[in-house]
């Protein structure tokens, strides 16, 4: 253990440099010998003795644990180490990259938003979050009466970290990168016609139709704005897109000052913020993919924030005082892709077979120990637009035997593609597999890394394949046009690649319509029309837990945001 630890240590020695890492240093080297313990040969033992070293159970491997750990002597094995002006999340996946105008991933968004800002942002009303938006950069905007033409008046003194303003044209600059990447955040901007800039403070959108949501896509991560400096950074004709997956440029709260692929990476208050100085000065992402070590280390007060404990270790913190557990409602939803492109999943009766041979309220129980409610349709409970008479698929093995004679396929085995991403993936898979084997399908779990699935999920290289889904903005556009429109096909929402042709048209003329009532009506046309398609197996949406140290306060979940934290609004007792 000391040889491991060692060797840790003096590899990363340079990443923190100032004093008042020290406690963290101790931690990054805790987490990084528990997930290799894990791995190891008689791991299991190992962990348990590791468990006992670091809380100080074995006086004396405590000494020399904390010895190779770096540990100073003014640091505590007792908890709460982590300095009041500083935040330390257990980072369970690493992200992909951090360039808004590239990443779809709500894990990199946790890292990029609060070093961003946008036109709008949501609202806090009383301490709690809201699906509204309000000024941001932007302090005023007007839209015309044909829905084409937005006009918005900046705000003056906001500064990117370089101290550069941010004007009209780092605005301009940064939506048409966006379009310009062909990445999935370039989906917001497809109505986008063209951007003008009469003037540093005034910036003119045209759109070629009108779009409902619009006003909310410029809350979402990729309409973050971007110092038009990152073009001095560009290779190949990427725009500083290599730059940006492990730097930020922007002009929110925080910037990013040290990335360690997966290991950590540190953000420290922006200088040139124009808001209200943060309380939190410095925020350490810490890469634990342990959810055991992760708990081990908010228990000790090593981190701060933990987010990749599953539900049953959640429940059994419940009663140490030293942490809350946040649980809120949320539209996040669980769902499993059935590749409509390949058989035997491109055979909608077949698709029927497997909708009616899933017990969703064992996987409710089971994956997310009851906190959830089944998802019967395309559009989650919470969400105006949803279609209440559908009452969704239920548990049953005979109707499901019936319809998989009735496919004609004679489909003995299928694969099931997860990576751990969500911290019920692995109680959600065996529950699956459990269940198709009783309709005499066996499921092979096929687990790999995030990026690997994300880059599989969008080639449509799986059977079938576990996914969540959360909104970037409240509107229910943002489940059905990404979940079923056909030109969403892949990594941007459609990860089944279904295909109906008046599914399209619907939702098309749906999202250029601005009265409420009528978008309604076509939405509930579309959730029975994609009821009976199956284009996924509609799962279950559940409710957020967020573990937190006690003396964190000013937290505020927003089911837009999920695995976002608002750190320039947090503050430590």
Same mark, same amino acid.
């Given at each position: 253990?000391?040889?491991?630890?060692?060797?840790?240590?003096?590899?990363?020695? !340079?990443?923190?440099?100032?004093?008042?890492?020290?406690?963290?240093?101790?931690?990054?080297?805790?987490?990084? @010998?528990? !997930?290799?313990?894990?791995?190891?040969?008689?791991?299991?033992?190992?962990?348990?003795?590791?468990?006992?070293?670091?809380?100080?159970? @074995?006086?004396?491997?405590?000494?020399?644990?904390?010895?190779?750990?770096?540990?100073?002597?003014?640091?505590?094995?007792?908890?709460?180490?982590?300095?009041?002006?500083?935040?330390?999340?257990?980072?369970?996946?690493?992200? !992909?990259?951090?360039?808004?105008?590239?990443?779809?991933?709500?894990?990199?968004?946790?890292?990029?938003?609060?070093?961003?800002?946008?036109?709008? $942002?949501?609202?806090?009303?009383?301490?709690?979050?809201?699906?509204?938006?309000?000024?941001?950069?932007?302090?005023?905007?007007?839209?015309?009466?044909?829905?084409?033409?937005?006009?918005?008046?900046?705000?003056?003194?906001?500064?990117?970290?370089?101290?550069?303003?941010?004007?009209?044209?780092?605005?301009?600059?940064?939506?048409?990168?966006?379009?310009?990447?062909?990445?999935?955040?370039?989906?917001?901007?497809?109505?986008?016609?063209?951007?003008?800039?009469?003037?540093?403070?005034?910036?003119?959108?045209?759109?070629?139709?009108?779009?409902?949501?619009?006003?909310?896509?410029?809350?979402?991560?990729?309409?973050?704005?971007?110092?038009?400096?990152?073009?001095?950074?560009?290779?190949?004709?990427?725009?500083?897109?290599?730059?940006?997956?492990?730097?930020?440029?922007?002009?929110?709260?925080?910037?990013?000052?040290?990335?360690?692929?997966?290991?950590?990476?540190?953000?420290?208050?922006?200088?040139?913020?124009?808001? $209200?100085?943060?309380?939190?000065?410095?925020?350490?992402?810490?890469?634990?993919?342990?959810?055991?070590?992760?708990?081990?280390?908010?228990?000790?007060?090593?981190?701060?924030?933990?987010?990749?404990?599953?539900?049953?270790?959640?429940?059994?913190? *419940?009663?140490?005082?030293?942490?809350?557990?946040?649980?809120?409602?949320? @539209?996040?939803?669980?769902?499993?892709?059935?590749?409509?492109?390949?058989?035997?999943?491109?055979?909608?009766?077949?698709?029927?077979?497997?909708?009616?041979?899933?017990?969703?309220?064992?996987?409710?129980?089971?994956?997310?120990?009851?906190?959830?409610?089944?998802?019967?349709?395309?559009?989650?409970?919470?969400?105006?637009?949803?279609?209440?008479?559908?009452?969704?698929?239920? #548990?049953?093995?005979?109707?499901?035997?019936?319809?998989?004679?009735?496919?004609?396929?004679?489909?003995?085995?299928?694969?099931?593609?997860?990576?751990?991403?969500?911290?019920?993936?692995?109680?959600?898979?065996?529950?699956?597999?459990?269940?198709?084997?009783?309709?005499?399908?066996?499921?092979?779990?096929?687990?790999?890394?995030?990026?690997?699935?994300?880059?599989?999920?969008?080639?449509?290289?799986?059977?079938?394949?576990?996914?969540?889904?959360?909104?970037?903005?409240?509107?229910?556009?943002?489940?059905?046009? #990404?979940?079923?429109?056909?030109?969403?096909?892949?990594?941007?929402?459609?990860?089944?690649? #279904?295909?109906?042709?008046?599914?399209? $048209?619907?939702?098309?003329?749906?999202?250029?319509?601005?009265?409420?009532?009528?978008?309604?009506?076509?939405?509930?046309?579309?959730?029975?029309?994609?009821?009976?398609?199956?284009?996924?197996?509609?799962?279950?949406?559940? *409710?957020?837990?967020?573990?937190?140290?006690?003396?964190?306060?000013?937290?505020?979940?927003?089911?837009? @945001?999920?695995?976002?934290?608002?750190?320039?609004?947090?503050?430590?007792?």
């Amino acid at each position: 253990i000391f040889m491991q630890c060692k060797e840790w240590d003096d590899a990363n020695s !340079e990443l923190f440099k100032e004093s008042h890492d020290a406690a963290v240093h101790k931690n990054f080297c805790e987490s990084r @010998l528990y !997930e290799r313990i894990s791995a190891s040969e008689g791991g299991e033992t190992m962990k348990k003795l590791l468990k006992a070293v670091l809380t100080g159970s @074995l006086l004396g491997l405590t000494v020399l644990g904390l010895a190779g750990c770096g540990g100073q002597s003014g640091s505590s094995s007792s908890g709460g180490s982590v300095p009041k002006d500083t935040i330390v999340v257990g980072m369970a996946v690493d992200p !992909e990259t951090l360039d808004p105008a590239v990443t779809m991933d709500n894990k990199g968004w946790q890292i990029t938003y609060p070093a961003y800002e946008r036109l709008v $942002k949501y609202k806090v009303a009383d301490g709690k979050a809201t699906t509204e938006v309000e000024p941001s950069l932007a302090k005023s905007w007007t839209v015309s009466d044909d829905g084409l033409t937005w006009t918005f008046t900046l705000n003056e003194g906001h500064k990117f970290a370089d101290g550069s303003p941010v004007d009209a044209k780092a605005v301009k600059f940064s939506i048409e990168r966006v379009q310009k990447m062909k990445k999935g955040p370039s989906d917001y901007f497809k109505v986008v016609k063209s951007i003008e800039t009469p003037d540093d403070k005034t910036v003119i959108f045209q759109l070629d139709k009108p779009f409902a949501p619009f006003l909310y896509t410029l809350a979402v991560n990729g309409s973050s704005i971007v110092n038009p400096k990152v073009m001095d950074q560009a290779k190949d004709n990427d725009m500083g897109s290599s730059y940006l997956a492990t730097h930020t440029m922007g002009s929110g709260a925080y910037e990013i000052t040290s990335y360690t692929p997966s290991q950590s990476i540190k953000l420290d208050v922006q200088k040139n913020y124009a808001g $209200k100085a943060p309380s939190i000065k410095h925020i350490l992402f810490n890469s634990i993919k342990d959810p055991s070590a992760q708990r081990l280390q908010l228990e000790k007060g090593d981190i701060d924030i933990a987010e990749g404990i599953p539900m049953d270790q959640i429940d059994q913190l *419940k009663d140490n005082k030293a942490i809350h557990i946040y649980e809120d409602p949320s @539209l996040l939803c669980s769902i499993v892709y059935l590749n409509n492109q390949k058989l035997p999943t491109s055979n909608k009766v077949f698709r029927q077979a497997l909708s009616y041979a899933i017990d969703y309220h064992a996987i409710i129980d089971g994956a997310v120990k009851g906190r959830g409610q089944q998802l019967t349709s395309a559009v989650p409970e919470g969400m105006w637009g949803k279609d209440e008479s559908i009452k969704g698929y239920s #548990y049953n093995l005979d109707k499901a035997k019936e319809l998989l004679a009735k496919s004609g396929e004679n489909v003995t085995e299928i694969n099931l593609l997860y990576s751990g991403h969500a911290a019920f993936d692995e109680a959600e898979a065996l529950i699956i597999q459990n269940n198709l084997q009783q309709l005499g399908i066996k499921v092979n779990l096929e687990k790999v890394a995030w990026a690997t699935f994300r880059q599989r999920a969008d080639k449509g290289d799986f059977q079938m394949a576990l996914g969540t889904w959360s909104p970037d903005y409240s509107d229910p556009q943002f489940f059905l046009s #990404y979940w079923l429109d056909s030109s969403y096909w892949g990594l941007p929402g459609n990860r089944s690649f #279904y295909k109906n042709d008046e599914v399209d $048209k619907l939702l098309r003329e749906a999202e250029v319509m601005t009265d409420k009532d009528g978008r309604t009506d076509i939405y509930k046309k579309v959730q029975h029309i994609a009821f009976d398609d199956a284009p996924y197996l509609f799962l279950f949406q559940t *409710k957020v837990l967020t573990p937190m140290r006690a003396n964190i306060k000013g937290f505020a979940y927003n089911p837009m @945001l999920d695995s976002m934290f608002d750190f320039e609004h947090l503050s430590k007792e």
